[in-house]
């Protein structure tokens, strides 16, 4: 099995730089079927979105290339398109298992699809892959995380929200809505 080396500080720079121009096009790329992974047909009136054709080409030139493969992530992402972004994300994350931000993407798209459930389980599953050497440079997500988490057990779980919560504000002290909860939580 071939190893997949790459630079993941560059990899996560060029994400940030990708992520922050957007994308002019709105995304228009077919739907896959999620049982046979084949494109679901669309109305002749579809636009495409040629940065989207374009990294699509170069990840099935190599389907191995975790770089493309996130920018891949991100233009969907830019388009809205989170059904597609999810996908691509966990094909990092089969790729790259040990890279935090792969999971912390998905946890984005499932939550900005109002998937709350995956969004949940993505973001613990991006907590508990976060090394020890990363904890400062991921900080503001690593609070977000722990607020997200917080905030979907308030009511099931109060106990366990709570203990989230402080985590949060631990490596957030200035987020507000974490500062919110953690009142109502301990009220």
Known sequence: ?????????QLFTGLMILGSTGIIFAQTSPKMDSVSSTP???SANVQTNPVIENLKKQVEANPKDAESLAKLATAYQDASDWQNAVATWKKISVLLPDWAPSY??????YQSAKDD?????AYEKYISTVKPE?????????????????????????DKAKEHIAKSIQYDPSNQDAIKLSQALNS
């Open 40 to 42: 679901v047909q669309a």
């Open 134 to 158: 990363e904890i400062e440079a991921s900080k503001k997500n690593l609070a977000y995380a722990y607020y997200f988490i917080a905030f979907s057990e308030q009511k099931e779980n109060p």
């Open 117 to 121: 459930v995956n969004a949940k389980l």
């Open 1 to 9: 099995m071939k190893t997949v080396k790459m630079n993941i500080k």
């Open 104 to 109: 912390y993407s998905q946890a984005y798209a």
